[in-house]
């Protein structure tokens, strides 16, 4: 009687243990498919006005110059471009898009014009390079959204775990600069 009853209770907590542990790895599972997905960078393709084509060209341009500064290694160089960028930025006119694309360019601006105003504060390299992973992941959604009229290679490092766009195959990591230049690959070819 007593091995039927320890029998029953051990039963009794073994079962939610298990059905917990079930609940937790089903959802640890969808959370991961949501990582997953939201890190494909599910960013959808519009149709947007040559106009705004060229002004986001001239953002890009600027992030190329930035990404030269980040190469060298130059703190100094990297705020003066940051600060041009920004300057291209705000030369965005955003009433050239609508409905969806512009709620998407309005998304995607906001982590570049955050990341560029606080690599422009700061004049530590490293912390700069840090900063920039955000404001090169913007500015990637919005040229893979809206197109510069130009090829564009969207190059990724494992070590920084972060992304950077450029107008070269060749890999100059903005990330570690001359201390491991061609660190990463090529992810996507965009245009």
Request: hydrophobic share 40%; charged share 20%.
């Amino acid at each position: 009687m007593k091995k039927q009853i320890v029998g029953f209770v051990v039963g009794a907590l073994i079962l939610p243990l298990s059905v917990m542990a079930q609940d937790h790895s089903h959802h640890d599972m969808n959370h991961d498919k949501k990582s997953m997905n939201h890190e494909d960078g599910q960013v959808k393709h519009y149709e947007v006005s040559a106009d705004f084509q060229k002004q986001l060209n001239a953002v890009y341009q600027a992030g190329l110059a930035l990404n030269s500064a980040f190469v060298a290694g130059d703190a100094d160089a990297v705020k003066s471009k940051s600060d041009a960028m920004s300057n291209q930025m705000k030369k965005v006119d955003m009433s050239l898009l609508k409905g969806d694309a512009h709620k998407a360019w309005m998304g995607y601006m906001k982590p570049i014009n955050e990341g560029l105003k606080t690599i422009n504060a700061s004049d530590d390299i490293a912390e700069q390079r840090k900063l920039y992973a955000g404001v090169s992941e913007g500015l990637y959604k919005s040229v893979k959204a809206f197109g510069v009229g130009e090829t564009v290679y969207y190059q990724h490092c494992p070590m920084a775990k972060a992304s950077w766009l450029s107008n070269s195959k060749d890999i100059k990591n903005p990330y570690y600069g001359s201390m491991m230049l061609t660190c990463g690959s090529t992810k996507e070819v965009l245009n």
